[in-house]
Protein backbone atom coordinates (compact mmCIF):
# COMPACT_ATOMS: atom_id res chain seq x y z
CA UNK A 1 0.00 0.00 0.00
CA UNK A 2 1.69 3.57 -0.85
CA UNK A 3 1.08 6.28 1.75
CA UNK A 4 1.49 10.17 1.28
CA UNK A 5 4.37 11.12 2.53
CA UNK A 6 3.92 14.53 4.25
CA UNK A 7 6.69 17.59 4.38
CA UNK A 8 6.88 21.53 5.21
CA UNK A 9 8.17 21.02 1.10
CA UNK A 10 4.91 19.78 -0.32
CA UNK A 11 2.41 21.33 2.43
CA UNK A 12 1.35 23.42 -0.20
CA UNK A 13 -1.13 20.71 -1.91
CA UNK A 14 -1.20 17.69 0.79
CA UNK A 15 -4.96 19.30 2.04
CA UNK A 16 -6.42 18.17 -1.70
CA UNK A 17 -5.07 14.47 -1.77
CA UNK A 18 -8.09 11.18 -1.91
CA UNK A 19 -8.52 8.46 -0.35
CA UNK A 20 -8.31 5.64 -2.88
CA UNK A 21 -9.22 2.33 -0.83
CA UNK A 22 -9.84 -1.18 -2.87
CA UNK A 23 -13.09 -2.83 -0.97
CA UNK A 24 -14.64 -5.90 -1.26
CA UNK A 25 -18.29 -5.19 -1.68
CA UNK A 26 -21.30 -6.92 0.01
CA UNK A 27 -23.49 -5.12 -2.04
CA UNK A 28 -41.33 20.90 5.50
CA UNK A 29 -40.14 23.48 4.01
CA UNK A 30 -41.46 26.29 6.35
CA UNK A 31 -44.82 28.37 5.23
CA UNK A 32 -42.33 31.43 6.64
CA UNK A 33 -40.23 30.97 3.41
CA UNK A 34 -40.78 31.42 0.08
CA UNK A 35 -38.53 29.67 -2.64
CA UNK A 36 -37.82 31.00 -6.05
CA UNK A 37 -35.74 29.18 -8.85
CA UNK A 38 -34.47 30.33 -12.02
CA UNK A 39 -31.50 30.65 -14.62
CA UNK A 40 -29.03 33.59 -15.48
CA UNK A 41 -27.97 33.85 -19.05
CA UNK A 42 -25.65 36.46 -21.16
CA UNK A 43 -28.23 38.76 -22.24
CA UNK A 44 -26.48 38.83 -26.01
CA UNK A 45 -25.17 35.13 -26.39
CA UNK A 46 -28.05 33.97 -24.81
CA UNK A 47 -25.11 31.39 -22.72
CA UNK A 48 -26.06 30.10 -19.07
CA UNK A 49 -23.64 31.97 -16.76
CA UNK A 50 -22.46 29.35 -13.95
CA UNK A 51 -21.30 31.14 -10.65
CA UNK A 52 -23.34 33.78 -10.65
CA UNK A 53 -23.33 35.13 -7.27
CA UNK A 54 -27.20 35.27 -5.99
CA UNK A 55 -27.54 37.63 -2.76
CA UNK A 56 -30.20 39.45 -0.83
CA UNK A 57 -28.89 42.50 0.76
CA UNK A 58 -29.16 43.38 4.45
CA UNK A 59 -30.11 39.69 4.98
CA UNK A 60 -26.47 37.56 4.48
CA UNK A 61 -28.83 35.32 2.72
CA UNK A 62 -26.83 34.36 -0.86
CA UNK A 63 -26.69 31.23 -3.07
CA UNK A 64 -24.81 30.29 -6.68
CA UNK A 65 -25.89 29.17 -9.88
CA UNK A 66 -24.87 25.60 -10.92
CA UNK A 67 -23.03 24.92 -14.12
CA UNK A 68 -26.11 25.08 -15.90
CA UNK A 69 -27.48 28.89 -14.60
CA UNK A 70 -30.09 27.48 -12.85
CA UNK A 71 -30.54 29.06 -8.81
CA UNK A 72 -32.43 28.56 -6.10
CA UNK A 73 -32.70 30.60 -3.28
CA UNK A 74 -35.87 30.81 -0.32
CA UNK A 75 -36.02 33.57 1.53
CA UNK A 76 -38.10 34.82 4.54
CA UNK A 77 -41.36 35.81 3.63
CA UNK A 78 -41.04 38.83 6.04
CA UNK A 79 -37.47 39.97 3.97
CA UNK A 80 -39.34 40.19 0.32
CA UNK A 81 -38.98 43.49 0.10
CA UNK A 82 -35.32 43.00 0.45
CA UNK A 83 -33.31 43.65 -2.88
CA UNK A 84 -31.45 40.80 -4.29
CA UNK A 85 -28.94 41.22 -6.54
CA UNK A 86 -27.03 38.86 -9.40
CA UNK A 87 -23.54 39.62 -9.89
CA UNK A 88 -20.90 38.06 -12.18
CA UNK A 89 -17.22 38.62 -13.16
CA UNK A 90 -17.01 40.67 -16.30
CA UNK A 91 -20.66 41.84 -16.15
CA UNK A 92 -22.76 44.63 -14.64
CA UNK A 93 -24.85 44.07 -11.67
CA UNK A 94 -28.53 43.80 -11.59
CA UNK A 95 -30.32 44.39 -9.00
CA UNK A 96 -34.34 44.27 -7.78
CA UNK A 97 -37.06 43.50 -5.12
CA UNK A 98 -36.87 39.76 -4.12
CA UNK A 99 -40.64 40.40 -4.56
CA UNK A 100 -40.82 41.18 -7.82
CA UNK A 101 -39.43 37.75 -8.45
CA UNK A 102 -41.16 34.66 -9.64
CA UNK A 103 -41.57 31.49 -8.05
CA UNK A 104 -40.31 29.64 -10.92
CA UNK A 105 -39.25 30.13 -14.60
CA UNK A 106 -36.89 33.61 -14.04
CA UNK A 107 -34.82 34.57 -16.67
CA UNK A 108 -32.20 37.18 -15.40
CA UNK A 109 -30.23 38.45 -18.03
CA UNK A 110 -26.85 39.78 -17.42
CA UNK A 111 -24.95 42.50 -19.58
CA UNK A 112 -21.31 42.15 -20.26
CA UNK A 113 -19.34 44.91 -18.90
CA UNK A 114 -17.30 46.86 -21.28
CA UNK A 115 -14.00 46.40 -21.53
CA UNK A 116 -11.67 48.46 -19.80
CA UNK A 117 -8.25 49.01 -21.25
CA UNK A 118 -5.02 48.98 -19.02
CA UNK A 119 -3.62 52.03 -20.82
CA UNK A 120 -6.49 54.14 -19.62
CA UNK A 121 -5.85 53.71 -16.16
CA UNK A 122 -2.99 56.11 -15.37
CA UNK A 123 -2.57 54.24 -11.60
CA UNK A 124 -2.51 50.50 -13.17
CA UNK A 125 0.79 48.75 -11.39
CA UNK A 126 3.80 48.14 -13.46
CA UNK A 127 5.21 45.12 -12.05
CA UNK A 128 3.04 41.62 -11.16
CA UNK A 129 4.61 39.89 -8.74
CA UNK A 130 4.81 43.26 -6.76
CA UNK A 131 1.01 44.10 -7.09
CA UNK A 132 0.64 40.46 -5.43
CA UNK A 133 2.96 40.81 -2.89
CA UNK A 134 0.67 44.29 -1.76
CA UNK A 135 -2.71 41.51 -2.01
CA UNK A 136 -1.06 39.40 0.85
CA UNK A 137 0.03 42.65 3.10
CA UNK A 138 -3.24 44.28 2.99
CA UNK A 139 -4.87 40.93 3.99
CA UNK A 140 -6.09 42.69 7.69
CA UNK A 141 -7.61 46.21 5.99
CA UNK A 142 -9.69 44.45 3.15
CA UNK A 143 -11.03 40.87 5.14
CA UNK A 144 -12.78 40.20 7.75
CA UNK A 145 -10.77 39.90 10.98
CA UNK A 146 -13.52 39.35 13.47
CA UNK A 147 -14.95 35.48 13.93
CA UNK A 148 -17.65 34.79 11.77
CA UNK A 149 -20.16 31.95 12.03
CA UNK A 150 -21.37 30.60 8.01
CA UNK A 151 -23.67 28.44 7.04
CA UNK A 152 -22.51 26.34 3.90
CA UNK A 153 -23.74 23.93 1.68
CA UNK A 154 -21.66 21.34 0.40
CA UNK A 155 -21.91 18.73 -2.21
CA UNK A 156 -19.31 16.41 -3.58
CA UNK A 157 -19.92 14.16 -6.38
CA UNK A 158 -17.74 11.20 -8.12
CA UNK A 159 -18.64 10.03 -11.71
CA UNK A 160 -17.10 6.84 -13.44
CA UNK A 161 -17.14 8.29 -16.87
CA UNK A 162 -20.17 10.49 -17.47
CA UNK A 163 -22.44 8.67 -14.81
CA UNK A 164 -22.82 9.38 -10.89
CA UNK A 165 -21.58 6.67 -8.97
CA UNK A 166 -21.68 8.31 -5.58
CA UNK A 167 -23.28 11.54 -4.15
CA UNK A 168 -22.80 13.16 -0.57
CA UNK A 169 -24.57 16.88 0.07
CA UNK A 170 -24.16 18.32 3.60
CA UNK A 171 -25.05 21.48 5.44
CA UNK A 172 -22.37 22.98 7.86
CA UNK A 173 -21.79 25.55 10.26
CA UNK A 174 -17.92 26.79 9.70
CA UNK A 175 -16.65 29.06 12.70
CA UNK A 176 -14.43 30.86 10.31
CA UNK A 177 -11.61 32.50 12.31
CA UNK A 178 -10.24 36.73 11.44
CA UNK A 179 -8.32 36.37 8.65
CA UNK A 180 -5.08 37.78 10.96
CA UNK A 181 -5.84 34.72 13.24
CA UNK A 182 -3.58 32.16 13.10
CA UNK A 183 -6.39 29.84 14.47
CA UNK A 184 -7.72 27.33 12.36
CA UNK A 185 -11.57 27.16 11.11
CA UNK A 186 -13.87 24.75 12.78
CA UNK A 187 -17.01 23.00 10.83
CA UNK A 188 -19.86 21.51 12.62
CA UNK A 189 -22.48 18.92 10.56
CA UNK A 190 -25.42 19.93 10.89
CA UNK A 191 -27.53 17.57 8.51
CA UNK A 192 -26.19 15.60 5.23
CA UNK A 193 -27.35 12.68 2.78
CA UNK A 194 -25.18 10.34 0.55
CA UNK A 195 -25.59 7.68 -1.92
CA UNK A 196 -22.62 5.61 -3.21
CA UNK A 197 -23.76 2.85 -6.46
CA UNK A 198 -20.76 0.53 -5.82
CA UNK A 199 -21.96 -1.56 -8.53
CA UNK A 200 -20.73 1.38 -11.16
CA UNK A 201 -17.38 1.84 -9.07
CA UNK A 202 -16.58 -1.85 -9.31
CA UNK A 203 -14.84 -2.75 -6.57
CA UNK A 204 -12.71 0.85 -6.65
CA UNK A 205 -14.13 3.03 -3.84
CA UNK A 206 -12.82 6.11 -4.62
CA UNK A 207 -14.00 8.76 -1.09
CA UNK A 208 -12.68 12.21 -0.30
CA UNK A 209 -10.61 12.60 2.76
CA UNK A 210 -11.16 16.09 4.21
CA UNK A 211 -14.99 17.15 2.72
CA UNK A 212 -15.62 20.36 3.58
CA UNK A 213 -12.37 20.78 4.58
CA UNK A 214 -10.99 20.20 1.16
CA UNK A 215 -13.19 23.07 -0.44
CA UNK A 216 -12.56 25.82 2.60
CA UNK A 217 -8.61 25.44 2.24
CA UNK A 218 -9.12 27.10 -1.25
CA UNK A 219 -9.64 30.41 0.93
CA UNK A 220 -6.22 31.51 -0.72
CA UNK A 221 -6.45 35.11 1.50
CA UNK A 222 -6.84 32.81 4.73
CA UNK A 223 -4.53 30.14 3.77
CA UNK A 224 -2.29 31.43 1.57
CA UNK A 225 1.01 28.71 2.41
CA UNK A 226 -0.58 26.35 0.53
CA UNK A 227 -1.06 27.62 -2.93
CA UNK A 228 1.81 30.77 -2.59
CA UNK A 229 3.16 33.53 0.54
CA UNK A 230 5.19 35.99 0.78
CA UNK A 231 8.09 33.50 1.23
CA UNK A 232 7.97 31.33 -2.42
CA UNK A 233 6.34 33.62 -4.96
CA UNK A 234 9.99 34.04 -6.25
CA UNK A 235 9.28 30.11 -7.29
CA UNK A 236 5.98 31.76 -9.72
CA UNK A 237 5.81 33.83 -13.12
CA UNK A 238 3.40 36.50 -12.79
CA UNK A 239 2.05 38.70 -15.60
CA UNK A 240 -0.61 40.64 -16.23
CA UNK A 241 -3.62 39.88 -18.67
CA UNK A 242 -6.36 42.16 -20.19
CA UNK A 243 -8.84 43.78 -17.25
CA UNK A 244 -12.18 43.30 -16.53
CA UNK A 245 -15.08 44.22 -14.21
CA UNK A 246 -16.91 42.65 -11.25
CA UNK A 247 -19.71 44.79 -9.89
CA UNK A 248 -19.07 47.82 -11.70
CA UNK A 249 -15.43 47.65 -10.76
CA UNK A 250 -12.21 47.71 -12.06
CA UNK A 251 -10.64 44.36 -11.65
CA UNK A 252 -6.60 43.53 -12.48
CA UNK A 253 -6.37 39.97 -14.06
CA UNK A 254 -2.62 38.38 -13.08
CA UNK A 255 -1.46 34.94 -14.91
CA UNK A 256 0.86 33.15 -13.11
CA UNK A 257 2.44 29.99 -13.29
CA UNK A 258 5.76 27.90 -11.72
CA UNK A 259 8.86 29.11 -13.17
CA UNK A 260 10.60 26.58 -15.77
CA UNK A 261 13.34 25.14 -12.96
CA UNK A 262 10.71 24.38 -10.85
CA UNK A 263 10.36 20.38 -11.33
CA UNK A 264 7.59 19.75 -8.20
CA UNK A 265 4.35 20.26 -9.88
CA UNK A 266 2.76 23.60 -8.34
CA UNK A 267 0.01 26.10 -9.62
CA UNK A 268 -0.83 28.12 -12.36
CA UNK A 269 -4.25 30.06 -13.12
CA UNK A 270 -5.62 33.82 -12.77
CA UNK A 271 -5.95 36.16 -10.26
CA UNK A 272 -8.93 38.77 -10.10
CA UNK A 273 -7.80 41.69 -7.65
CA UNK A 274 -9.98 44.60 -6.84
CA UNK A 275 -8.07 47.98 -8.41
CA UNK A 276 -9.12 49.90 -5.92
CA UNK A 277 -8.61 48.16 -2.46
CA UNK A 278 -5.83 45.54 -3.86
CA UNK A 279 -8.23 42.73 -2.27
CA UNK A 280 -8.18 39.22 -4.30
CA UNK A 281 -12.09 38.63 -5.53
CA UNK A 282 -11.79 35.38 -7.18
CA UNK A 283 -8.60 32.77 -8.32
CA UNK A 284 -9.38 30.47 -10.55
CA UNK A 285 -6.27 27.82 -10.94
CA UNK A 286 -4.80 24.76 -11.52
CA UNK A 287 -2.34 22.21 -10.41
CA UNK A 288 0.66 20.85 -12.99
CA UNK A 289 0.39 17.31 -13.25
CA UNK A 290 3.03 17.04 -16.33
CA UNK A 291 4.99 15.00 -14.17
CA UNK A 292 1.99 12.34 -13.58
CA UNK A 293 4.02 10.54 -10.81
CA UNK A 294 5.18 13.45 -8.47
CA UNK A 295 1.48 14.82 -8.88
CA UNK A 296 -0.07 11.36 -8.41
CA UNK A 297 1.97 11.29 -5.04
CA UNK A 298 -0.03 13.98 -3.83
CA UNK A 299 -3.39 12.81 -4.51
CA UNK A 300 -3.20 8.94 -3.61
CA UNK A 301 -3.59 8.12 0.33
CA UNK A 302 -4.18 4.32 -0.22
CA UNK A 303 -4.30 1.78 -3.09
CA UNK A 304 -4.10 -1.68 -4.06
CA UNK A 305 -0.65 -2.67 -5.85
CA UNK A 306 -1.78 -3.84 -8.58
CA UNK A 307 -3.43 -0.51 -9.80
CA UNK A 308 -1.89 2.48 -11.11
CA UNK A 309 -3.76 5.98 -10.39
CA UNK A 310 -3.02 9.21 -12.21
CA UNK A 311 -4.60 12.59 -11.90
CA UNK A 312 -5.37 13.95 -15.72
CA UNK A 313 -6.97 17.22 -13.58
CA UNK A 314 -6.94 18.78 -10.95
CA UNK A 315 -9.03 22.46 -11.23
CA UNK A 316 -9.53 25.06 -8.16
CA UNK A 317 -11.64 27.69 -7.52
CA UNK A 318 -12.35 30.09 -5.06
CA UNK A 319 -14.50 33.32 -4.88
CA UNK A 320 -15.05 36.26 -2.09
CA UNK A 321 -17.72 39.05 -1.61
CA UNK A 322 -18.08 41.86 0.00
CA UNK A 323 -20.11 42.51 3.16
CA UNK A 324 -20.15 46.09 5.12
CA UNK A 325 -17.04 46.98 3.14
CA UNK A 326 -15.25 43.27 3.95
CA UNK A 327 -14.40 40.91 2.03
CA UNK A 328 -14.89 37.41 3.02
CA UNK A 329 -14.82 33.65 1.35
CA UNK A 330 -18.01 32.75 -0.68
CA UNK A 331 -17.55 30.13 -2.99
CA UNK A 332 -15.21 27.75 -3.73
CA UNK A 333 -14.73 24.51 -6.47
CA UNK A 334 -12.47 21.62 -7.22
CA UNK A 335 -12.70 19.22 -9.81
CA UNK A 336 -10.19 16.34 -10.06
CA UNK A 337 -10.10 13.69 -12.76
CA UNK A 338 -8.40 10.64 -12.28
CA UNK A 339 -7.13 7.16 -14.87
CA UNK A 340 -7.17 3.91 -12.95
CA UNK A 341 -5.33 1.63 -14.70
CA UNK A 342 -5.52 -2.20 -13.46
CA UNK A 343 -2.46 -5.23 -14.05
CA UNK A 344 -3.92 -7.34 -16.70
CA UNK A 345 -7.35 -5.50 -17.62
CA UNK A 346 -7.53 -4.17 -21.24
CA UNK A 347 -9.46 -1.22 -20.38
CA UNK A 348 -8.64 1.61 -18.12
CA UNK A 349 -11.09 3.38 -15.81
CA UNK A 350 -11.93 7.07 -15.85
CA UNK A 351 -13.16 8.76 -12.82
CA UNK A 352 -14.31 12.45 -12.10
CA UNK A 353 -14.38 13.84 -8.43
CA UNK A 354 -16.33 17.34 -7.54
CA UNK A 355 -16.91 19.16 -4.56
CA UNK A 356 -18.55 22.46 -3.83
CA UNK A 357 -19.17 24.69 -0.86
CA UNK A 358 -21.56 27.85 -1.02
CA UNK A 359 -21.78 30.06 2.02
CA UNK A 360 -25.44 30.63 2.24
CA UNK A 361 -26.08 32.70 5.41
CA UNK A 362 -23.50 35.05 7.34
CA UNK A 363 -23.18 36.38 10.73
CA UNK A 364 -20.92 38.08 13.49
CA UNK A 365 -19.47 35.43 16.00
CA UNK A 366 -18.60 36.14 19.59
CA UNK A 367 -18.43 32.78 20.82
CA UNK A 368 -14.86 32.19 20.71
CA UNK A 369 -13.14 28.46 19.92
CA UNK A 370 -15.59 26.39 17.97
CA UNK A 371 -17.13 23.58 20.68
CA UNK A 372 -16.36 20.27 20.51
CA UNK A 373 -20.02 19.39 19.64
CA UNK A 374 -20.82 15.55 18.64
CA UNK A 375 -20.60 16.56 14.96
CA UNK A 376 -17.84 18.45 15.17
CA UNK A 377 -15.85 17.26 11.65
CA UNK A 378 -12.09 16.55 11.74
CA UNK A 379 -10.14 18.15 8.59
CA UNK A 380 -9.85 14.33 7.84
CA UNK A 381 -12.86 13.24 7.63
CA UNK A 382 -14.84 10.97 4.70
CA UNK A 383 -18.50 12.91 4.42
CA UNK A 384 -19.91 9.99 2.81
CA UNK A 385 -19.54 7.75 6.42
CA UNK A 386 -20.85 10.82 8.23
CA UNK A 387 -24.17 10.72 6.02
CA UNK A 388 -27.72 9.56 6.12
CA UNK A 389 -29.80 8.58 2.94
CA UNK A 390 -31.63 10.40 0.13
CA UNK A 391 -34.90 8.96 1.36
CA UNK A 392 -36.82 12.22 2.47
CA UNK A 393 -38.18 14.71 -0.12
CA UNK A 394 -38.13 18.22 1.64
CA UNK A 395 -34.63 17.12 3.68
CA UNK A 396 -33.06 20.49 3.20
CA UNK A 397 -36.56 22.36 4.64
CA UNK A 398 -35.57 26.33 4.84
CA UNK A 399 -31.90 25.53 4.02
CA UNK A 400 -30.49 27.13 0.92
CA UNK A 401 -28.57 24.86 -1.30
CA UNK A 402 -26.69 25.22 -4.97
CA UNK A 403 -29.42 23.89 -7.62
CA UNK A 404 -28.19 20.40 -8.40
CA UNK A 405 -27.35 19.48 -12.32
CA UNK A 406 -29.55 18.16 -14.35
CA UNK A 407 -27.77 14.80 -14.61
CA UNK A 408 -27.44 14.76 -10.51
CA UNK A 409 -30.70 15.67 -10.47
CA UNK A 410 -31.69 13.07 -12.61
CA UNK A 411 -29.83 10.75 -9.99
CA UNK A 412 -31.62 11.62 -6.89
CA UNK A 413 -34.90 11.24 -8.56
CA UNK A 414 -33.79 7.46 -9.28
CA UNK A 415 -32.18 7.25 -5.91
CA UNK A 416 -35.90 8.19 -4.43
CA UNK A 417 -37.66 5.81 -6.40
CA UNK A 418 -35.47 2.87 -4.79
CA UNK A 419 -36.22 3.77 -1.58
CA UNK A 420 -39.82 3.94 -1.98
CA UNK A 421 -39.78 0.72 -3.63
CA UNK A 422 -37.67 -0.58 -0.48
CA UNK A 423 -39.96 1.40 1.89
Not at 47 to 63: G, M, P, R, Y
Not at 75 to 96: A, E
Not at 203 to 232: C, H, R, V, W
Amino acid sequence: MKTLIYSQKNKSITFFYFLLVFLIVNITFSQNNTEFKGVIIDRETKDKLQFVDVIVEEANISTVTNSEGEFLIKVPNDMLNKIVTFSHLGYTKQSMLVSKLNNTNNVIKLDEAATILAQVDLNFPKNAEKLIRKVLSKKGENYNTNQSTLTAFYRETIKKRNKNASLSEAIVEIEKAGYNDSKKDGIKLIKARKNTNYSRLDTLALKLQGGPFSTLYTDLMKNPEFIFDENNLSKYTFKFDKSTQINNKLVYVVNFKQKKEETNPLYYGKLYIDAESYALTSAVYNLNISNRNLASAYFVRKKPKKVKVYPTNAAYRVNYRTLNSKWYYSYSNIQLAFKVNWKNKLFNSRYTLQSEMAITDWQQSDIGKLSKAKRTLHPSTILANEASGFSDPKFWGEYNIIEPEKSIESAIKKISKQFKKTS
